[in-house]
């Protein structure tokens, strides 16, 4: 019998990366959030946010879901560190691929501006 407790999460149930259509996903790419389960409050508030995927993983009955944390969230380091907080779920059927956010290089801007 192992050692560990039963709830600890099993490594071979972590994904290097999953095909979603044509797109290959891994840890550090990013998503759109489409929850369409509707099952609580946050599947309302997360609809359309950006967020990227800190985890893949497969559950007993070989379900694969995205660990992700939201782009805009200001406490996403929390749920980035594996933390319960500021860490969400979801189904494949329930994301699209996103390209990663722009960064804005304020100088340029700045140069830009009459």
Known sequence: MSADPPWEIDDRRRLECIHLGPRE????????LRPNSRADIFDLALNGMAATIVAIEQDFEDRVYLAV???ADPGSDIGA??????????????????EPPQKVDAAALGEAAP
């Open 25 to 32: 996903l891994r840890v550090g790419d990013h998503v759109i």
């Open 69 to 71: 944390t939201v782009d």
């Open 81 to 98: 560190a594996g933390k319960i907080a500021h860490r969400f779920f979801f189904g494949l059927h329930e994301v699209e691929p996103s």
